[in-house]
């Protein structure tokens, strides 16, 4: 089963940021548009934003937009979601996945992590 890893989630307060890492262990995550999705207990999973193979198009949920920025490194197989200024209301489980083209729906994407927990509190 070909899965992704995220990395980098954690406990901030309102304001501060966070990196967020998804790589590849088996498979070759250039060749793939990657989405990060999230998902707040009892809500259901909402995309975040997307990006393409080569990097020069990214989307992003209306409710991240100039806060979060998402990037790759295909030579390291890695995509990076750099979350500023954060939010409590941005807690959640965030998922890296990997499909063929950047979709808002989850079942546009093929390959998932298993989540990395971000928390905003003071």
């Known amino acids: 089963q070909l899965q992704l890893v995220e990395s980098g989630g954690g406990l901030v307060q309102p304001g501060e940021s966070l990196k967020l890492s998804c790589t590849a262990d088996v498979f070759t995550l250039a060749y793939y548009a990657v989405g990060w999705f999230r998902q707040a207990p009892g809500k259901e999973r909402e995309a975040v934003s997307c990006i393409t193979t080569s990097g020069s198009y990214t989307n992003y949920a209306e409710s991240v937009k100039v806060r979060f920025f998402s990037s790759r490194d295909n030579a390291e197989n890695t995509v990076l979601l750099r979350m500023n200024s954060l939010k409590p209301e941005d807690n959640a489980v965030y998922y890296c996945?990997?499909?063929?083209?950047?979709?808002?729906?989850?079942?546009?994407?093929?390959?998932w992590g298993q989540g990395t927990q971000v928390t905003v509190s003071s």
């Open positions: 996945a990997a499909g063929v083209d950047c979709g808002s729906d989850s079942s546009d994407f093929d390959y």
